[in-house]
């Protein structure tokens, strides 16, 4: 069934108006997926268009794509997509900043601690010591990520665990904002052996400040770049001070499309989105900006990668960890981050004179508006 946008508008606008409790019909199902597959098969077509025109366009795999040079591709990405995974580890429960597109926006000063001198490995609390018993009892993981929220609040309790890794031989990487970074924290990330480092620039919108660290993390620390929510802001920031960025000698750039959760919606309330293989519901401009960002770098050859981590990376991570954990054939964690399916949020696009479904068909009887039983 490749339903009409008008028809899709209409059922939508009557969805949005359903009590939350309210549970669909089989049939109303089946308008919705419909609705889904024409808004996504509209995206992908016109992201194929854009991926058309770059010319050095490559896949890792075909678990995700990137432009740039290959020998720079972040290694804890490989990890994620290739290796047994990615293992976060969690210490942190504070943040210096709050932006739209955090998955805790508005919910910062209520997000739970880990405990004192505890870390949080596999959704189990640990104390340093027990760091060598994880290690004599579980194989290596390829790779482990240290998330959760802003590190440098407290980054000194975190040399003494790098060293423990580091010891262990297992690839590291560590997320920040930069914001709080001095040439001295980041020396003493890099001598307790931290292999990655990853600037969500975005956050501080490209400030100069963060662009210096950037330069000085590259002194100490073998691989660092950039990884941040691809957003119309961020790409403006980013062009207007892309020189000194590039000058930094950083080695990847991580375009994260932006996928939203009942926290950060509303920050993007009004803009058109749409929902991946049922999942993650991102804003259509965010992985379009990404290719076009991957074409001006590709064109102008830029020295390091730029990584399209889209809402395709992110399903081809959930199968490779299910299937590293030997979980069933097609198992994964990928799934829509909202317990009822926000449908006011797809009218917009629906509203859009110049958003176009590729090829529509009459509904068939007894699914029109009117003819369906309750």
Request: a negative charge; glycine letters at 6%; charged letters at 25%.
């Amino acid at each position: 069934m490749k339903i009409s946008k008008k028809d899709a508008l209409i059922w939508f606008e009557f969805f949005s108006m359903l009590p939350e409790e309210e549970e669909l019909m089989t049939k109303q199902q089946e308008i919705i997926y419909s609705t889904f597959a024409q808004i996504e098969a509209a995206i992908d077509h016109r992201n194929d268009m854009l991926i058309s025109e770059i010319k050095g366009f490559k896949t890792l795999k075909n678990r995700t794509y990137f432009v740039g040079n290959e020998s720079k591709f972040p290694k804890g990405c490989c990890s994620c997509l290739l290796g047994t995974g990615l293992s976060a580890i969690r210490k942190t429960n504070k943040c210096n900043i709050e932006c739209n597109f955090c998955y805790n926006y508005g919910q910062l000063e209520d997000v739970p601690p880990i405990g004192e001198g505890m870390w949080e490995i596999g959704g189990t609390k640990f104390y340093e010591k027990d760091i060598d018993l994880l290690l004599s009892t579980y194989q290596k993981p390829t790779g482990i990520a240290y998330v959760y929220l802003e590190p440098f609040m407290e980054i000194e309790k975190y040399y003494s665990v790098i060293k423990k890794f580091s010891d262990a031989q297992i690839h590291q990487h560590l997320y920040t904002n930069g914001i709080l970074a001095t040439e001295e924290t980041l020396k003493a990330l890099g001598e307790a052996g931290l292999n990655e480092i990853r600037f969500n620039l975005g956050a501080s919108k490209c400030s100069d400040k963060v662009i210096e660290n950037i330069r000085i993390a590259k002194k100490y620390i073998k691989n660092v770049g950039i990884e941040t929510p691809m957003t119309p802001e961020f790409f403006e920031a980013f062009l207007k001070k892309k020189q000194a960025i590039l000058e930094t000698g950083l080695d990847f750039i991580n375009c994260a499309e932006l996928h939203l959760n009942e926290n950060n919606i509303n920050n993007y309330y009004g803009e058109n989105m749409y929902i991946s293989r049922h999942g993650y519901i991102s804003p259509t401009w965010s992985r379009e900006l990404t290719l076009k960002f991957m074409k001006i770098a590709d064109e102008e050859k830029w020295d390091l990668v730029i990584h399209d981590c889209s809402n395709h990376t992110k399903f081809a991570r959930g199968l490779n960890l299910s299937s590293k954990e030997g979980k069933g054939f097609g198992v994964s964690n990928y799934a829509c981050e909202f317990a009822r399916i926000p449908y006011e949020v797809f009218l917009p696009i629906l509203r859009d004179d110049n958003f176009k479904f590729l090829c529509e068909e009459e509904l068939p009887d007894g699914y029109k508006p009117g003819e369906m039983m309750f």
